[in-house]
């Protein structure tokens, strides 16, 4: 053992009492920073799986819209509009799978949708839910966040939905019937072409594995249904000819607006257009022959079936951690292209959903961080009073010919044995409190404590890298403090320092 | 004696302010009979169009079937031919959706929209302001070339589609010129104007309307009534089968 070693020791064990209190305010610092990383790492986690493991993926593609676009629809100020179609769905596509990036990749359609039970048409009890129309292998492959509690989940090819398990006590308790996988529901929603009815029939019941703030919320449908339920792939409602009174009202000024009643004499109108009486009301749809040649009907050409029919494509990546970069070089290449879309991340994809958790998750963080902080200090501070006492001893070796380097490596030395072991002993403890955690299971109380808790009980992850990380953080920042007292100490000439008490 | 004097001359002076306020709830009742067909039915077409911002223009033509006696209605979709056939059907207290695509009834209710438009099966059904509302506050005033009164409405019931309105009032004939729409919290949400009026016998209809959405600036719908008629109209009008056979 070389000779700084032993004498590091020697000073140490005859410094027993001072060298235990430093030794543990070192070990509680360690065991806050271990079981705070701990926490911060949970969180980190829990958000990953609510959001990208359960339904946004590390990358989304959305057409471009006037407000922000998420998963749910485009945020404008009257709420949540619908999202128009991806435009060149298939060149995005294309595009996208043959990135080496890409781990996996999906389309999807969003939609809003009450849901009511046929068996009860007469309540009017329904159940709102957020529709995700899905190719059900692809993203099956993608998130594999569901776990069937009844039934089926959807097959390819075959229409149906799968309610949350959430949706089925609701719509149960409250219609006071017996939901089960095959039964018909309806779904009413509402799209393009205005208000639709769709049957479809249960094909499963599905919990999340990891629980989310809207779990009960999304019901998962083939895109189809779900197609038809929104309009989609059909003409616009342009075909109506007007006449300028039917639309005259609604190009006056809103100041104007109380000028409407400034002619007493047209308020009563005489020029209406009285019907004839009689007709057959059974042929009222009927469209009379004679009119079709005169109307030119302006509609929107039918779209191509895979180019109008998703709205977003979700993706996830080999390499979470470069998500950024991807979405950088995926939008490059879109402008490119001149596609009117956009690639965002996860964040983006949640849309508001994602905000109030981040925020949560942010105040956590800086809650934890501000205790490592002040733990931080305290052992900084210890060590730094430590070696100011021991200027005197300083003096004294320096007077019996030690060097300035030997006197350096000597307190180096004891301090990175002190860090070492009660480092260590921090560790071991952080680790058994992270254990003990474990075993007890507090229970999150709400969704937004659920994200942090990673679940639905807290189970701290505990990283080994993390760990090794905040041992060495406390030997480097141990040395660090104890540098610049030594450093002054050195400068105290050896007799002045040696009558120091 | 002498103290006695102002108050009892403040007295008469308030009980005769009192007095010249008219009765309100009468004009309300005066409104709704105004409005509804009593005894006959009634039928029309409306042409709805909504406008708002940045979006292509909705429009939708319904033909309303309305039988005030009994409290039913159908609003048939004729236009555009992607909603064609669709239905709103009032029976008894219940409101019902039709698509004829799924062939499939839907509860609805009076509180829904018609379509994508800012209008609601409400404004086109006839009206029970006396009924529903009372009036908290009055004032007098003008709207365009009309002196009215502009009269504050709270809800008796939870069944309208509004706690609180605000209309103005023709003081020369019970007719709602303007209305204002307000939500609990006290929020303004829709005004609409009634600027023409149809005299169809002794009642008298609007025959146009304009909503202005008060949350979405912007947002307009206009209604334009045509092809009115008071014709007797089948019963069969009024019941899901009729919906189901006229889009055969």
Known sequence: MPVVLRIAFRNLKQHRSKTLIIGIIIAVGVLILVVGNSLMDTAALGIERAFIGNYTGHVFISPLAEGEVSLFGVQSVGGIEETPSLPEFSALWDYLESRPQVKGITPQITGFAAIRSEAREDTEVMRATVLFGIRPEEYRGLFDNLVMVEGEALIPGEPGILLSQGAVEYLEEEMEIDISPGDSLLLNGFGTSGFKIREVYLSGIFRFKQDNEIADLISYVDA??????????????????????????????????????????????????????????????????????????VSLPPLEPEEGSWEYILIKLKRPSSARRFIRSVNTWIDEQGIAAQAGGWKAA?????????????VFNVAV???????????????????????GEIGTMRALGGQRSFIRKLFSMEIMAITLVFGLLGIGVGVLALVIIRLIGFEAGNAFVEILFAGKVLKPVIEPLSLAAVLGGVIFFGILANLYPLRLALRVPPVKAMQTE | MRLFKPLTVLFFLTAACLSAQPDFKAMLREIDELGSFGE??????????????GEEQEITQARMFRRDRTDQFLILILKPEVQKGQGYLQVDENVWFYDPESRKFSHSSLKENIQNSDAKNADLDETSLAEDYDVIAWEEGTLGSFNVYILTLKALNDEVTYPKLRLWIRKDQAIVLKTEDYSLSDRLMRTSYYPKYIQVGAKLLPSQMLIVDELREGERTQITMRDATTAVLPDVVFTKAYLERVNN
């Not at chain 1, 000819?241 to 005489?270: C, I, K, M, R």
């Not at chain 1, 949640?350 to 905000?355: C, I, L």
Request: hydrophobic share 40%; glycine share 6%.
């Open chain 1, 369 to 391: 961080i501000m205790v490592v902080i002040v733990a931080v200090i305290i052992v900084m501070n210890t060590l730094v009073i430590s070696v100011v006492e021991r200027t």
């Open chain 1, 350 to 362: 949640a849309g508001p959903f994602s905000k109030s958790a981040d925020a949560v998750r942010v």
């Open chain 1, 224 to 297: 189809s249904t779900l197609r038809a339920l929104k309009g989609m792939n059909l003409g616009g409602t342009a075909e109506v000819e007007l006449t300028p009174e039917e639309t005259g009202l609604l190009s006056a000024e809103p100041e104007d607006l109380d000028t409407l009643f400034s002619d007493e004499g047209l308020f009563v109108q005489e020029d209406f257009s009285w019907s004839e009486e009689g007709g057959d009301i059974f042929s009222i749809l009927d469209t009379p022959e004679e009119e079709e040649p005169e109307t030119e009907i």
């Open chain 2, 40 to 53: 006959e039915d009634f039928s029309c077409v409306y042409t709805i169009v909504a406008d708002k911002p």
